[in-house]
């Protein structure tokens, strides 16, 4: 059991609650009989009513004026109120000594001698000190004024009462309780009207108020994509969460708070402006406009202690104020109150009628008139009109807990018909078996709303139904295990409230937006700006997007309408950084630098794989101009001018190093001292980015001077069968370089290139495979080296072919003396040996290893001028030189005309026909042979001389003879 000086745990608060109706609303007196008749208090102590508009400090004396007795209690027109002034007391007093008591939430330590709750659970008849009465003007409201009449009339303290409320009610307290000491108080500070403006021209720490909850969402939703947010306040929200939503405001999370009229209760926020959105509100009745005393409630908000406050509209389109309510509302001039609300506050339980007939009483009091029908007498009268009602109502028991039931809100605002269906099976268990509520209905009630997701609206629909269960398991004499039952239902409370708390936050508040506007100016600009590992912009914890090398980008979870502002208030910020990083890419090493040669798109350099510049044409191939990324126009210029000369040493060096040969091949064109034959080659060379096929330039190779071939091969070129290029220009970075620096001069994207080590390609980009260095053949692509080496192999074969063969060894075993061998003998006979097959074989395991079919293999070849010989399967060839094109005009045939006669022999035989042959004015001498006639062997043709021994072709034949014998 906590005692003096220590705080009560929840399970201790609990069981204290479930005790409170026996012993709290007794008190020390006991449950006294009251004359309902006697309308006001005979107590002789002294009363005092402090009375003036709002910032007049009376809340605070009314606390220090409770502190200062030995025990009290002030009764609040609301809960939040309730649970704000709670709250202050505990740090005075300490938690053990103070209690809390409101419909949903009671917390009431063992020892608590000082009480806080809302005014319908005050407990008037517990002696204390000390009682206070909050706003008591209300008790002309409609709805709820006859409690606050009931509290006006009968709460006293034992030593002290204050009454607290606005000037209004003066006259009404002097007639009623006319022993009170009517004082006073001056406003702290002066609330002057601001007129109308623009919800987005609105001053920062300002309330605006709205009268319903779709107004609230509304306003909210535009603020958030005007400023960043705003907080919610309706008197809907648990403790918890309009605690949440006033803490964002109080913390300068967000300027702006978007609340209902209960904000005009008493809540101490700091607020510098109260705008009005609407003038009227309905009252549960009618729509109705406000009086100037409701006006001044809620615009006093503005200016606390002694700041100066305003108020104003923002756009009414049923017109704002009116000069009379202005001049009332800046002067806290208001009419007073002709009469208050009241109701018989203890009516007789012998029978339904006679309970009815007593809440019917009038008053007898003229300044007091009836109070209308309210909630709980709505639900009786509908039971009333019940025949089992009627039935079990029949003795006072049932009748006082129907009534003590009625008192349950309708927190759900049902309304009276449904909520009278709760009532009355509620009322069915308390007046029957052991007169408890069924803990399985309640169980499963609240297993139904344990559920934290979903909407606003869902879920303070599901906190106004666990409002209903809370009030319920406050009541120790309605359930059993109460104490239990009440940390349930207010855990749940607890974790719907911080749900809703996170769905307003997100809905209606953009932290990212906020923080970045709220601080305009220098000191804006000072805010700390955390760039993270993945380039995540942090400005004061909060992320607003990423940087990615020199470019911002927005988050993509912001809103669109906020896309710009944040990319505004982002540019602001990162000046800084994006000075630094300007600083260490001009000032840095090639590491951080590449290539982006994406295929499809434009060439890029990056930093840290960020793009920040664009390759463009230049006066050359090797010379490209490079147009700095657009996110870095927000540098100053000579950090833009310093980042473009880095950039471009940085092409320079990797052109150095990569494809050295193409800018020496460029360099060599432009030197006046190269030969000009030379120089057109080169320039074509260059023009194609290092490499092209021969026919494209057979007549330039060919005019080439002895003298000037050197020169070629002294820049490393080949001069290939098919292609001229050099071999370094064939590596993957080369061509990489190669393929930006032609999409750069032709402002073409680049191509898609072959996989970085690919031989033979059966398909791809006609531009890419070209650069890359590949050349078309039947099986798709191959690369120009590879089909080079095809080539150098073919002609090595036809040299090893045409070496002249090696002496045999003297006495060897493998000759036949009789001019016939083992294999080539014609017959028993002694014949001549038969002839060697024509050609000479080259081995296609080369090109079979880069993949080539026989298709293909035969097609290469023959473009390198070898020609197959023989029967196919024997796969022999024979050199027949390359073809050079026929540039002479073709003539054309003669048109033959139908209608001329053709002759023709009687033998059938055209080739020997004499017409044919006198046509073509030739006729073979009877002398001489026919041209397809075997050669006559000529006698006198000189001996076929042997090789020279020390020619290189004998060195060559010597070696292929020593690998045969291996």
């Known amino acids: 059991m906590a005692g003096a000086g220590h705080d009560a745990t929840p399970t201790e608060k609990s069981a204290a609650a479930a005790r409170f109706d026996d012993r709290l609303l007794r008190g020390d007196r006991g449950h006294a009989s009251l004359d309902p008749k006697k309308m006001t208090s005979s107590s002789s102590q002294p009363v005092k009513a402090v009375l003036g508009p709002t910032n007049t400090g009376k809340t605070h004396l009314a606390v220090e004026r409770l502190t200062a007795h030995s025990s009290g209690m002030i009764g609040f027109p609301l809960r939040l109120l309730a649970r704000e002034v709670y709250d202050r007391v505990v740090a005075i007093k300490g938690a053990a000594q103070v209690a809390l008591v409101t419909g949903e939430e009671r917390i009431i330590p063992p020892d608590a001698r000082y009480l806080l709750g809302t005014m319908e659970a005050l407990p008037i008849e517990r002696d204390v000190a000390f009682v206070g009465i909050d706003e008591a003007q209300l008790g002309a409201d409609p709805e709820r004024g006859h409690v606050f009449t009931d509290r006006l009339l009968r709460a006293r303290g034992r030593d002290e009462t204050m009454i607290l409320g606005s000037a209004s009610i003066r006259g009404l307290v002097k007639n009623l309780v006319p022993e009170a000491d009517i004082i006073t108080r001056p406003r702290f500070s002066t609330l002057s009207y601001a007129g109308t403006s623009k919800l987005s021209r609105l001053p920062k720490r300002s309330a605006i108020v709205a009268f319903s909850a779709e107004?609230?969402?509304?306003?909210?939703?535009?603020?958030?994509?005007?400023?960043?947010?705003?907080?919610?306040?309706?008197?809907?929200?648990?403790?918890?969460?309009?605690?949440?939503?006033?803490?964002?405001?109080?913390?300068?999370?967000?300027?702006?708070?978007?609340?209902?009229?209960?904000?005009?209760?008493?809540?101490?926020?700091?607020?510098?402006?109260?705008?009005?959105?609407?003038?009227?509100?309905?009252?549960?009745?009618?729509?109705?406009?406000?009086?100037?005393?409701?006006?001044?409630?809620?615009?006093?908000?503005?200016?606390?202690?002694?700041?100066?406050?305003?108020?104003?509209?923002?756009?009414?389109?049923?017109?704002?104020?009116?000069?009379?309510?202005?001049?009332?509302?800046?002067?806290?001039?208001?009419?007073?109150?002709?009469?208050?609300?009241?109701?018989?506050?203890?009516?007789?339980?012998?029978?339904?009628?006679?309970?009815?007939?007593?809440?019917?009483?009038?008053?007898?009091?003229?300044?007091?008139?009836?109070?209308?029908?309210?909630?709980?007498?709505?639900?009786?009268?509908?039971?009333?009109g019940d025949m089992e009602v009627r039935a079990r109502g029949g003795d006072f028991d049932a009748v006082q807990r129907l009534w003590d039931i009625c008192g349950l809100p309708d927190f759900e605002q049902l309304g009276a018909e449904h909520h009278s269906r709760t009532i009355f099976k509620l009322w069915q268990w308390r007046t029957s078996g052991d007169g408890m509520i069924d803990p399985d209905w309640f169980a499963r009630r609240l297993a139904k709303l344990n559920d934290v997701e979903g909407d606003i609206d869902q879920l303070a629909s599901r906190i106004a139904a666990v409002r209903t269960l809370c009030f319920i398991a406050q009541r120790g004499d309605w359930i059993a295990g109460a104490a239990g039952w009440t940390e349930q239902t207010q855990a749940l409370e607890s974790r719907l409230s911080d749900a809703l708390h996170a769905a307003l936050a997100q809905r209606f508040v953009d932290r990212r937006l906020a923080l970045l506007l709220r601080d305009a100016g220098q000191r804006g600009a000072a805010l700390p700006v955390a760039v993270g590992p993945d380039g995540t912009v942090a400005v004061d914890g909060e992320a607003i997007g990423t940087l990615k090398g020199f470019q911002f980008k927005v988050d993509p979870v912001a809103r669109a309408s906020d896309h710009r502002m944040l990319l505004a208030a982002a540019e602001k910020h990162l000046r800084a950084e994006l000075a630094r990083r300007a600083t260490t890419l001009a000032e840095g090493d090639d590491s951080a630098l590449s290539l982006v040669a994406e295929p499809g798109a434009a060439p890029r350099l990056a930093w840290h794989g960020h793009p920040i510049a664009t390759l463009a044409k230049g006066p050359t191939l090797v010379q490209p101009s490079i147009l700095v990324d657009p996110s870095l126009r927000r540098l100053e210029p000579h950090q833009v001018q310093a980042i473009a000369e880095r950039l471009q040493r940085f092409v320079a060096q990797q052109l150095a190093r990569h494809a050295a040969p193409l800018a020496a091949m460029g360099e060599a064109a432009g030197d006046l001292f190269t030969p000009p034959r030379v120089r057109a080659l080169l320039a074509a060379l260059t023009d194609n980015s290092g490499t092209i096929g021969r026919a494209a330039v057979e007549d330039q190779l060919n005019a080439l001077a002895p003298d000037e071939r050197p020169q070629l091969r002294k820049l490393g070129l080949t001069i290939g069968s098919l292609d001229i290029f050099h071999p370094v220009l064939l590596k993957p970075e080369a061509v990489r370089w190669r393929a930006a620096l032609t999409a750069a001069q032709q402002g073409t994207p680049i191509p898609a290139l072959p996989p970085h080590g690919a031989v033979l390609q059966k398909t791809g980009s006609h531009i890419g495979l070209t650069i890359a260095g590949f050349r078309r053949c039947a099986s798709g692509w191959l690369r120009i080296d590879m089909a080079e080496k095809l080539a150098r192999q073919a002609h090595a074969a036809r040299m090893q072919a045409s070496a002249p063969p090696t002496a045999p060894i003297a006495g060897s075993g493998d000759h036949h003396h009789d001019g016939a061998s083992d294999e080539g003998a014609s017959d028993d006979h002694g014949g001549v040996a038969a002839a060697p097959p024509p050609g000479f074989v080259i081995d296609p395991a080369l090109a079979t290893s880069l993949g080539l079919d026989d298709e293909t293999r035969r097609g290469l070849l023959g473009s390198f001028g070898f020609r197959s010989v023989g029967e196919p399967g024997l796969q022999r060839w024979r050199w027949s030189g390359l073809r050079k094109a026929d540039k002479r005009p073709r003539r054309k045939p003669p048109v033959k005309r139908a209608d001329a006669p053709t002759r023709t022999p009687a033998n059938g035989d055209v080739r020997r026909s004499p017409v044919i042959a006198a046509a073509k004015g030739k006729r073979r001498p009877p002398d001489k042979p026919r041209a397809d006639a075997p050669r006559p062997p000529r006698p006198d043709r000189p001996a076929r001389r042997s090789p020279s021994p020390n020619s290189p072709f004998a060195g060559l034949a010597a070696l292929l003879a020593e690998s045969r014998k291996d």
């Open 215 to 384: 107004e609230v969402y509304a306003i909210a939703e535009m603020l958030r994509r005007f400023s960043g947010g705003a907080a919610v306040v309706m008197g809907a929200l648990s403790p918890k969460t309009r605690n949440s939503q006033v803490a964002m405001f109080e913390a300068g999370e967000v300027d702006y708070l978007v609340a209902t009229d209960a904000i005009g209760m008493g809540l101490n926020l700091d607020v510098q402006h109260v705008a009005f959105a609407s003038l009227q509100k309905f009252d549960g009745r009618r729509l109705r406009r406000l009086t100037i005393a409701e006006m001044a409630q809620i615009a006093g908000r503005a200016g606390r202690h002694q700041q100066d406050g305003s108020f104003g509209t923002i756009g009414l389109p049923q017109g704002g104020f009116t000069p009379e309510e202005v001049a009332a509302i800046e002067g806290h001039h208001f009419p007073p109150l002709p009469s208050l609300f009241w109701r018989n506050p203890i009516p007789g339980f012998g029978s339904l009628d006679q309970l009815l007939s007593d809440l019917a009483q009038p008053p007898t009091q003229p300044v007091l008139r009836p109070a209308p029908e309210a909630v709980d007498i709505a639900v009786l009268k509908h039971l009333a």
